[in-house]
């Protein structure tokens, strides 16, 4: 009796486990497949793209698709392909993630560890920035740009993003310093160290899980902005995702759909990178918080 | 002129009054104990003598000077928390070290300074490593070593062993101890421990809600508590205290308490009373110590005022060395520290000395001593 029970039940959990298991893989191929589609695609030749199926393996396998996405495609007039969009890109999210980063660390530990009458208010207006929509911000701060004489250009990107950075990354490392013991800053305090040597010496060596966090979020939010880069950088200075955009949506010639399928590969190499780089010490980071320090 | 001195301190936070004026003067190598219950503003004390809370109003004085002004850094002190506050990131050594980086020591002689402190409080073998590595008691060492090596003018400690399991709680203390007798610097610190506060205090400043209550040696303390607070803040098992008339009598003034079965028990204070003499007849409350009541064997024969009463015992707890008997007098319970081995059962009558010489008496209405 007892053990048909018990048979009974290990039946019922292996089928949950089954149907669980089914699910999952069900969606994971749901979401894998688009994917497939633009990889088969890319190393396809453009007569294998139109006659054959989606799903095909390449008959012909060929990387002419990719050199012509990086070096010969044409956007707009150029054909000189995307390596010039995409180093644009770079230009722009590399010192706009380091910036906002930074600044965010110094405004997290102000607000933390040198409260000042005020405090709440300044992070509250800061939280607010977060959540102010990009479309809203587009005219005042193309004349801001404008005035300063940034505007169409990297350097302006990167003040854009900067400044909408910050409230994020202010957000992130208050929270993370919240929690940070005050007994240290006030054990550097006597020892005698300043405010940025407290901050060096004893807040940034501990910050390792949220700098990668904010570098995480930062730079997959500038890397695949459209609506700032395409209304503040036209042209030469255009990042990797509106060339993007112009190179698929021209309507003169035959759509080379291997060619798009490669830019577009090449335009999420760096937030794919990224995560898998940078994930590896965000859980070694978690790791160490763990054992008690 | 005192080493340390602390003049009418007062801290407010808003329209809250945190010290209300705080009075403290001790000699150079003096052990300061601030002692009271969580939220009478001790800690808070110390973190303006350290410099981490603003002076609201008064003045604090090291060595004859004013440092109310100075950062937490100039004022030559060191303090040890009671997290530890190590820095997690750096490693034994460098903890140790940082202060003496940050005062820009060159790097040999950090290294010997650090040498040094790790053989005093035999850590040696722990420089190497992080914070995380270590446990309770070791970081306890480390946060210690970090304070010694700057060898200031006065240590502060924030209730350093309240982190650590009993055991090791009392060797640190020791060991604290020894560390003063060895260094002779000032030290403060602060607990809500009476026994850290008895054991270790050359001086002891009770304090509640903001006041000093009292400030003095421990046997002072101990002795003659100004006050009902303090009587019954120090000491374990607390002080008894219990209802009781004081009235003159022919062998000099005498007090007498209500018992359980109506008759008065009458208590002659002894010849050490003299100074309760004239007071005449009134209420008061008797304060006498668990170690005060006694069975008559145990009594300490040179008292000279020990009067004797049968109570009736309620409930006997042995703790080994000693045996509390709890009986009832003046219809509160009062606890008797007896002898191991005194023949006592609960329900029955029993012979109980009181040692009426180590007897406080406080006013029922302002809760102070009388005499």
């Known amino acids: ?293 | 002129m005192a080493f340390l001195e602390i003049k009418n301190v007062k801290k407010r936070y808003g329209t809250a009054d945190v010290l209300k004026g705080i009075d403290i003067a001790v000699e150079a190598g003096a052990f300061l104990v601030l002692v009271g219950p969580s939220g009478c503003g001790k800690s808070t004390l110390l973190n303006m003598i350290a410099g981490l809370d603003a002076i609201s109003e008064g003045e604090v004085r090291i060595n004859g000077a004013r440092v109310n002004e100075l950062h937490p850094s100039k004022r030559d002190i060191a303090m040890v928390f009671q997290s530890y506050a190590l820095y997690p990131n750096m490693t034994v050594a460098e903890n140790i070290a940082f202060g003496l980086e940050m005062r820009g020591v060159p790097k040999a002689e950090r290294e010997r300074a650090v040498a040094e402190v790790g053989k005093t409080l035999q850590i040696e073998h722990l420089l190497k490593r992080k914070p995380s590595q270590l446990s309770g008691g070791q970081r306890q060492r480390v946060a210690m070593g970090r304070a010694l090596v700057r060898q200031p003018q006065v240590f502060l400690f924030d209730e350093p062993l309240s982190n650590l399991d009993a055991k090791l709680r009392v060797e640190m203390r020791t060991e604290i101890k020894r560390l003063h007798q060895a260094m002779k610097t000032t030290m403060v610190y602060v607990t809500h421990d009476q026994i850290e506060a008895m054991t270790l205090a050359t001086e002891i400043a009770v304090m509640n809600a903001g006041e000093i209550q009292q400030l003095g040696t421990p046997q002072e303390i101990y002795n003659r508590p100004n006050n009902i607070f303090v009587a019954g803040f120090m000491g374990s098992p607390s002080m008894n205290m219990m209802a009781a008339t004081l009235e003159d009598g022919a062998g000099g003034p005498a007090v007498s308490l209500a018992t359980a079965n109506g008759h008065a028990l009458r208590l002659p204070l002894g010849p050490a009373a003299k100074a309760l003499a004239g007071y005449g007849k009134r209420q008061v409350i008797l304060g006498l110590r668990p170690e005060a009541i006694t069975d008559p064997n145990g009594a300490d024969r040179s008292g000279n005022s020990i009067a004797r009463a049968d109570c009736l015992v309620e409930v006997v707890e042995p703790a080994g060395s000693d045996t509390f008997v709890v009986t009832r007098l003046a219809d509160k319970e009062v606890i008797a520290r007896m002898r191991a081995d005194a023949d006592v059962r609960p329900g029955q009558l029993a012979p109980f000395a009181f040692a009426m010489d180590k007897a406080v008496l406080f006013d029922p209405e302002t809760g102070k001593r009388i005499g």
């Open chain 1, 1 to 293: 009796m007892a053990a048909s029970v018990a048979t009974a039940a290990v039946g019922t959990a292996r089928f949950w486990r089954v149907l669980i298991y089914t699910t999952l893989i069900v969606f994971a191929v749901m979401y894998l497949l688009p994917l497939w589609v633009m990889v088969v695609t890319s190393f396809k030749t453009l007569d294998e793209v139109h006659d054959g199926h989606m799903l095909q393996l390449p008959q012909n396998f060929t990387t002419e698709a990719w050199s012509s996405a990086w070096g010969t495609a044409c956007i707009g007039l150029t054909c000189e392909g995307i390596s010039g969009y995409f180093w644009n890109s770079i230009k722009m999210a590399v010192p706009a993630v380091a910036i906002a980063t930074m600044f965010g660390a110094l405004n997290g530990y102000v607000l933390t560890k040198w409260r000042f009458p005020g405090h709440k208010w300044i992070f509250g207006l800061m939280l607010f920035g977060c959540f102010i929509p990009f479309q809203v911000v587009l005219v005042p701060m193309a004349q801001v740009l404008g005035r300063l004489g940034i505007a169409n250009s990297t350097a302006g990107l990167v003040l854009v993003h900067v400044v909408y950075g910050l409230g994020f990354s202010t957000l992130f490392f208050r929270n993370y310093y919240e929690a940070f013991p005050n007994e240290l800053v006030r054990a550097a305090m006597i020892d005698g160290a300043g405010f940025f040597r407290i901050f060096w010496r004893i807040l940034l060596p501990s910050s390792g899980p949220i700098i990668v966090v904010t570098v995480i979020f930062l730079f997959t939010n500038i890397w695949n902005d459209f609506l700032f880069g395409a209304s503040f950088a036209a042209g030469g200075s255009a990042p990797m995702t509106v060339a993007l955009n112009n190179l698929v949506s021209s309507s003169t010639g035959v759509k080379e759909y291997n060619v798009h399928m490669a830019a577009a590969m090449i335009a999420a190499l760096p937030t794919l990178l990224v995560y898998v780089v940078a994930g590896r010490y965000f859980l070694r980071g978690l790791m160490a918080g763990a054992v008690k320090g």
